[in-house]
T-cell receptor, first 113, second 112 residues
Framework: RKEVEQDPGPFNVPEGATVAFNCTYS??????FFWYRQDCRKEPKLLMS???SGNEDGRFTAQLNRASQYISLLIRDSKLSDSATYLC??????????????FGRGTQLTVWP | SQTIHQWPATLVQPVGSPLSLECTVE??????LYWYRQAAGRGLQLLFY??????ISSEVPQNLSASRPQDRQFILSSKKLLLSDSGFYLC???????????FGPGTRLTVL
């Protein structure tokens, strides 16, 4: 079973729409959670960390459900510039290995005018 | 502020040729550094990480090696490239706020 699983999409939405991405992780001992954004042929960039109580940054809201091992990202009022691939990322400590990040394959979003 | 550089940006190499990719970090000392590969249509795969000079941990046995000759320098190498080594190679350093990682611009490698 993969450490992190995401719906690959693609999601195609009009400007102004609300879109939600989901992600599940397999290790209940996972400690930290993030959403990254990756534009085509570019490096991933940190969008936001995900906290247990949920957190919001402008039009973006992230939620964490530890009991269900589920993370979500909600984007409100979508803009053309939101078109990208969104990566769900989980930090887990295994044995003697330092905490390492596990990346989902990403969910592709296209916002059309 | 911290910045991370990678070069070259793109590279086309024949099968069997050697490889050397370089990553340098500025604005931080003794960072944890990472090499990842992203193959076409796939997720990021951790290749190596380093917690200090001369300290390298390999995550996946393969055709590649890494070295950390200086505190802020991380090098990815191969003696003989394979077709399967093609991909997007990303270097990252670990932040201290929440253990997030920040990526360099990457090197896109095509092995022919």
């Amino acid at each position: 079973r993969k450490e992190v699983e995401q719906d690959p999409g693609p999601f195609n939405v009009p400007e102004g729409a609300t879109v939600a991405f989901n992600c599940t992780y397999s290790n209940s001992a996972s400690q930290s959670f993030f959403w990254y954004r990756q534009d085509c042929r570019k490096e991933p960039k940190l969008l936001m960390s995900v906290y247990s109580s949920g957190n919001e940054d402008g039009r973006f809201t992230a939620q964490l459900n530890r009991a269900s091992q589920y993370i979500s990202l909600l984007i409100r009022d979508s803009k053309l510039s939101d078109s990208a691939t969104y990566l769900c990322v989980v930090k887990t400590v295994r044995g003697s290995t330092l905490g390492r990040l596990y990346f989902g394959r990403g969910t592709q979003l296209t916002v059309w005018p | 502020s911290q910045t991370i550089h990678q070069w070259p940006a793109t590279l086309v190499q024949p099968v069997g040729s050697p490889l050397s990719l370089e990553c340098t970090v500025e604005g931080t000392s003794n960072p944890n550094l990472y090499w990842y590969r992203q193959a076409a249509g796939r997720g990021l795969q951790l290749l190596f990480y380093s917690v200090g000079i001369g300290q390298i941990s390999s995550e996946v046995p393969q055709n590649l090696s890494a070295s950390r000759p200086q505190d802020r320098q991380f090098i990815l190498s191969s003696k003989k490239l394979l077709l399967s080594d093609s991909g997007f190679y990303l270097c990252a350093w670990r932040g201290t706020t929440n253990n997030e990682q920040f990526f360099g611009p990457g090197t896109r490698l095509t092995v022919l």
